[in-house]
């Protein structure tokens, strides 16, 4: 368990897991640069002609709606060295009810990979997913779905504790093609 401060902010050895913020953009825009098509591969197809400076305007507007139902929340990862931004996660599509569960989504930028950032800003993520409010969400259950071709993505759920739940046939539509997830998932005491 790292340090949690207000704000749904998670303090690593290395990094800041917080929510986005609008002075994000250039930051935001130079990590998508610098990773070329490194994401686009593993996520839902996007018209190459929106320009990333279009495409964050439009993932802060999300955030902000999702920040104020309380359903989706849009995270980045700071380097605390020098505030570089190098990963882009989210907890998405929040149950709360008798579920309290939500779907994590992790991404690191190209240049920041095999260092071990994403094990340790997923970890966080977790923590702020599980802790109780008002610092974390208070989620008992955590899901994520990685394509089977994607070695470094299953590695890491792996790393961070969640659990194989199944396999998916044709389970989401990913850069343009609906394709098969292995299914995972992580309870608040497993998370310890
Ligand atoms: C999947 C992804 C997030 C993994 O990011 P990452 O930061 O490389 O992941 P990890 O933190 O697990 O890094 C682990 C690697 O760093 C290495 N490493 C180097 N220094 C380390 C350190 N100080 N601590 C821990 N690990 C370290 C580990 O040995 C490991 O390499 P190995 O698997 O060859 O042993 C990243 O590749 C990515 O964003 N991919 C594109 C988007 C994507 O696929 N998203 C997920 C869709 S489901």
Redesign the pocket.
Known sequence: MFHLSDGLECVTPRLIVRPIRLSDRERWIAAHDA?GD??T???PYTDPSISHDERFTAQFSRAQAGLERGDFYSFVVEHRHDQTLV?FHSLSQVFRGPFQNAYA??????P???????????LALLDLAFHPFPRGLGLHRVQ????PT????L???R??GFREEGYAKRYLEIDGRYQD?VMFAKLSEEHV
């Open positions: 990773s490194h994401f591969h593993w996520m990963g989504g992790w991404r690191i930028s190209r920041y990979t095999n260092q071990g950032l994403g094990s340790e800003s997923v994520a779905n990685v394509i994607n070695a470094p993505s590695a890491l759920a790393r961070v997830h």
